[in-house]
């Protein structure tokens, strides 16, 4: 999926991001940012992510990690 966050507080990792295709939101996961290239969010940035069985944001990425091969950067 891909979407934008609205919303993130790097103290506690807790956020929202918004989907592109029906605006829907979705909380972050607790592990959203574990094996991501990103350390820190910021409003307005978009992302590509997957949702877990609870229906909330994970692995999130730019989309150069799937679209393009490239391997997913390793905590």
């Given at each position: ?28 996961a ?8 990103f ?37």
């Open positions: 999926m891909q979407g934008v966050i609205r919303v993130y507080d790097p103290a506690t990792g807790e956020g929202v991001v918004v989907t592109d295709t029906d605006r829907s939101e979705h909380l972050l607790p592990d959203a940012l574990e094996g991501s290239i350390r820190t969010l910021r409003q307005g940035q978009r992302v590509v992510f997957d949702l877990d069985g609870q229906g909330r944001a994970t692995h999130l990425g730019t989309g150069a990690e799937r679209d393009m091969g490239t391997p997913a950067a390793r905590v």
